[in-house]
């Protein structure tokens, strides 16, 4: 080794050996975009990336540390790390979740307590960024509404961070020693370090263009982050020269301009990414500069500082109290309302970090030896854990009471001709429209088939490629073969056409996409951001309808969908007078051409926006806080339009209305049955109650 590489390396180490003030003031900028974005998320529409700042300053650290242990050891001693990181951690992380189990039980309505339990239990283990992704392409999953444990992803991605990259550089050292380069080990750290950067970036623009949602959440797309505060770490002391002042100052700029320029739908994270994260590199590179061109001194300032301090729990605390509190008050969140949040996070941050966060890093309980943080780990995970799954136990064995009672109540209903669907009919006299309860089956059990489903699988996620089926129905080989086509809208027919086709003798075969209506037209979300969202959903219509048309022995067609859900555009290739009426005209008469009989249902009408379920449990005495006046439900179906607009006697329409709705009201509960399973989808139980009047539908348009 030559006399000037321990120089070098001792320069390396001493990057962020000495105390860094403005980092916690950088802390603090990251925690409070984030709050604020999740208080006021139409005044600072980008806050979300104060997380990504935290990931740089993660990385930075961390690497620094390890770094600094290598230039003294030689090594790298995996259990004190992990011992380190967990005492630092978990203890404040742990009580948060075990206080949120608490608060869903004593004041989240039961609808949500099984959605809740999951996104818990996987963030106890740090799992929670893979759970959500799952969700993110799950399409019974999609609409779930926030958890207390939402926020948790970021945490599960620095904790695979923390596991991963102590090995990582183990690696790499063992790899320098092997080639016999002693001279030179900073330099192997960059370059495999720098390798990993390029090729996490790449994945994250790659998978950002076909799946954001999936590309915001997986670890492998954030870990250029990391590297990126990782490579600042080993770089030479001194970076930056007499311009680091100002350039500290431009990597504020950049934050800010990111914070306030980014939207919820900016094709995030991708190369964008790089202004908060390269923002981030600027301010630690240059912050530790003096002079009046620094902000070192606004970041030192004492009040950024203690943000800096508590920022760990502040992250922590502020979301539940967000999702919990308009459930204590019952009504959306106020300016008063916010303002109190901020408080209580910080008086909570300030309590976490005095009496658990730095005892528990500091104690000779955990901090004696390695094995006492990993015992804590242990239990205190398989505590929250097994919280979380009592929590669903419970909320399924309340469910099952609750059916047990609700099957008496609907064998009265039916006794009277006022169960279901049959209470919409005048001549039955039946009053309240809504019935008199208890509800068929009970809420809890209705919210589980968001997460349940009777079918899963038979349904394709927004991306996929080739054509999903399943079978229902009758198995009989000779029997009619009849195809469900649709997005959701039309998954939400599985149940009663699985019935009806046991009972009356044909197969049904289902082709259903998310978010994926049978159209020649390209449909386009509100919240789309790739165009392969959009040319993924137009290839498969195009090959669904090219294998319906020659497959001779599907004689009948049913589609469904919810046409008011998106926008309307015409392929490149082929231009439409009227994308969103015109196109689903044009499959439905390539259908007719070939010989198909088809069936339209249209759209269900809307509900006020709402988990029905949750409203119903929300309001146990006033079922119809959850209605909608039935002028503002009529969705003014495109389907319906295309069928009058062909005209033909192979294609017709079954318009359902007047099974939710009388002359003024569209109704969450009809005759004691919950019609929503969430904000739009029918629930199996009402879909079974329709199938008489698909019966009558299906023999019409047969001629039956």
Avoid at 172 to 191: N, T, Y
Wanted: charged residues 15%; proline residues 6%; contains cysteine.
């Amino acid at each position: 080794m030559t006399a000037a590489a321990p120089s070098l390396e001792r320069s390396v180490a001493r990057t962020a050996d000495h105390h860094r003030p403005d980092l916690q003031g950088l802390r603090a900028v990251a925690v409070g975009v984030v709050v604020l974005f999740h208080l006021w998320p139409n005044r600072l529409s980008g806050g979300y990336v104060g997380v990504d700042v935290f990931f740089v300053i993660s990385g930075f650290l961390i690497t620094s540390h390890l770094y600094r242990e290598v230039v003294a050891t030689g090594t790298v001693a995996l259990r004190w790390f992990w011992a380190r990181r967990i005492r630092r951690l978990l203890p404040a992380s742990l009580l948060v979740l075990a206080v949120s189990l608490v608060a869903v039980y004593l004041v989240v309505p039961t609808t949500l307590w099984p959605q809740t339990a999951r996104q818990i239990g996987a963030s106890a283990l740090y799992v929670q960024n893979w759970a959500l992704a799952a969700d993110a392409v799950d399409y019974m999953a999609a609409d779930n509404v926030p958890t207390l444990a939402q926020h948790y992803w970021s945490l599960s991605v620095e904790e695979q961070f923390y596991l991963v990259w102590p090995v990582l550089i183990l690696l790499l050292l063992a790899w320098h020693r092997w080639r016999g380069q002693r001279a030179d080990r900073a330099r192997v750290l960059r370059l495999g370090l720098g390798v990993v950067a390029v090729a996490s970036l790449a994945a994250s623009v790659v998978l950002t263009g076909r799946d954001q949602a999936q590309a915001y959440l997986v670890t492998q797309t954030r870990a250029w982050e990391f590297a990126a505060g990782a490579l600042l770490a080993l770089a030479p002391a001194g970076l930056g020269g007499r311009w680091r002042g100002p350039l500290a100052w431009a990597g504020l700029g950049a934050i800010a301009v990111a914070s306030v320029g980014f939207t919820p739908t900016s094709l995030f994270p991708g190369w964008i990414a790089l202004l908060p994260v390269l923002g981030t590199v600027a301010v630690i590179a240059g912050g530790a500069a003096h002079g009046r061109w620094s902000p070192r001194c606004l970041l030192s300032w004492r009040p950024a500082t203690f943000v800096g301090d508590v920022s760990y729990s502040v992250y922590l605390w502020h979301w539940p109290l967000i999702v919990v509190l308009p459930f204590v008050t019952g009504h959306h969140l106020t300016t008063v309302d916010k303002l109190a949040i901020g408080f209580a996070t910080l008086v909570l941050a300030a309590a976490s970090k005095y009496w658990i966060e730095d005892p528990g890093r500091t104690r000779p309980l955990l901090a004696a030896a390695p094995w006492r943080a990993f015992a804590f780990a242990a239990i205190g995970m398989a505590v929250v854990v097994s919280g979380a799954m009592w929590l669903q136990h419970e909320v399924e064995r309340r469910a099952a009471e609750s059916a047990a009672v609700a099957a008496a109540a609907r064998q009265q209903a039916e006794e009277h001709g006022c169960f279901g669907p049959a209470a919409l009919e005048p001549s039955r006299g039946c009053d309240p429209v809504t019935g008199v309860g208890p509800l068929v089956p009970p809420p809890s059990a209705v919210v589980l088939q968001n997460t349940q489903p009777l079918y899963r699988g038979c349904q394709a996620g927004p991306l996929s490629e080739g054509l999903t089926t399943c079978s229902l129905g009758s198995t009989d080989p000779g029997a009619r073969q009849v195809a469900l086509v649709g997005d959701s809208h039309a998954t939400q027919w599985f149940s009663a056409f699985d019935e009806l086709g046991k009972q009356d003798g044909f197969t049904v075969h289902t082709y259903t996409r998310a978010s994926c209506p049978l159209t020649t037209a390209v449909r386009v979300l509100d919240n789309e951001q790739t165009s392969d969202n959009r040319d993924a959903c137009l290839r498969t219509d195009r090959k669904l309808l090219s294998t319906l048309a020659s497959d001779p022995s599907i004689d009948v067609v049913v589609t469904a969908a919810d046409t008011t859900a998106y926008d309307w555009e015409s392929a490149p290739d082929h231009k439409l007078a009227d994308p969103r009426v015109d196109g689903f005209a044009e499959a439905l008469g390539e259908l007719e051409k070939a010989g198909k009989k088809v069936l339209v249902i249209s759209d269900v009408p809307r509900t006020q926006g709402a988990n029905v379920p949750t409203c119903l449990t929300l309001h146990p005495d006033d079922w119809m806080a959850c209605a909608v006046p039935r002028a503002e439900a009529l969705p003014g179906s495109a389907l319906a339009a295309a069928v009058h607009q062909l005209d033909t006697p192979g294609v017709q329409l079954v318009d359902l209305t007047d099974r939710f709705c009388d002359t003024t009201w569209c109704y969450p509960v009809v005759g004691d049955v919950i019609v929503y399973r969430d904000y739009s989808h029918l629930s199996a139980d009402y879909s079974l109650a329709l199938v008489p009047d698909l019966r009558k539908a299906l023999d019409k348009l047969l001629g039956d």
